[in-house]
């Protein structure tokens, strides 16, 4: 799998946007870049996955830059309980031979502030 | 989504006791599920491969005696630690993928926090 390199943390005031940037320029074509969280004492939860275009859900936005090198995981108004550990993480598809162990780097300590 | 449980979701024991993790999906099938470790303030630390109707695999340096994987069907994943000592206390945390538009969604337990004396 492709490594990402992450800030190691962030602030944001509640009720802003929180962007959480993702370096991943080894990316190869077939992978894709997944964003799980962590809250403390709980076990990660997904949050969105792509492969080249932007996506977006009910908890964010993820938006891939054109030569995939990099991107961005936005929560359009963060909440005290947005407050976690994220993780960018780039691994195949499942289509690439079957499901992929998930390998976790340190992540992006996000804190956000009343 | 889809939901995974495990149970229980703490356990304290004695030193040389054996502790059994049960990991559950809910409303999907995992033929595969993936069971993680994690130390405090440290990344989770994938442990094992857990395979439906095989033998599960095991990342480098993770006893397979030690650690018992049986994924005895496929809804359910069972993590034994045997003769546990207090360097195995540890947030046990296990996940099931499923797939979805050509990636595929982890779906992680709440994990379960293990305390040896």
């Known amino acids: 799998d492709a490594k990402t390199t992450q800030p190691t943390s962030m602030d944001c005031a509640e009720g802003r946007a929180a962007n959480l940037p993702c370096n991943h320029s080894?990316?190869?074509?077939?992978?894709?870049v997944y964003w799980y969280r962590q809250i403390h004492s709980q076990g990660p939860q997904y949050i969105i996955h792509?492969?080249?275009n932007n996506e977006t859900n009910e908890m964010a936005s993820l938006i891939i830059t054109e030569d995939r090198k990099s991107s961005t995981l936005i929560l359009p108004h963060a909440t005290l309980r947005d407050t976690a550990v994220y993780y960018c993480?780039?691994?195949?598809?499942?289509?690439?031979?079957?499901?992929?162990?998930?390998?976790f780097g340190i992540g992006t300590k996000l804190q956000v502030i009343p | 989504g889809a939901v995974v449980s495990q149970h229980p979701s703490w356990v304290i024991c004695k030193s040389g006791t054996s502790v059994k993790i049960e990991c559950r999906s809910l409303?999907?099938?995992?033929?595969?599920m993936f069971w993680y470790r994690q130390f405090p303030k440290q990344s989770l630390m994938l442990m094992a491969t857990?395979?439906?109707?095989?033998?599960?695999?095991?990342e480098q340096g993770v006893e397979k005696d030690k650690f018992l994987i049986n994924h005895a069907s496929l809804t359910l994943s069972t993590l034994t630690v045997t003769s546990a000592h207090p360097e195995d206390s540890s947030f046990y945390i296990c996940?099931?993928?499923?797939?979805?538009?050509?990636?595929?969604?982890?779906?992680f337990g709440p994990g379960t926090r293990l305390l040896v004396l």
């Open positions: 996940s099931a993928p499923e797939a979805a538009r050509g990636g595929e969604t982890q779906y």
């Open positions: 080894t990316i190869s074509g077939n992978e894709y």
């Open positions: 792509g492969l080249k």
């Open positions: 993480i780039v691994r195949l598809g499942v289509n690439s031979g079957g499901y992929q162990k998930v390998t």
């Open positions: 409303d999907f099938q995992a033929t595969t």
């Open positions: 857990s395979n439906e109707g095989s033998k599960a695999t095991y």
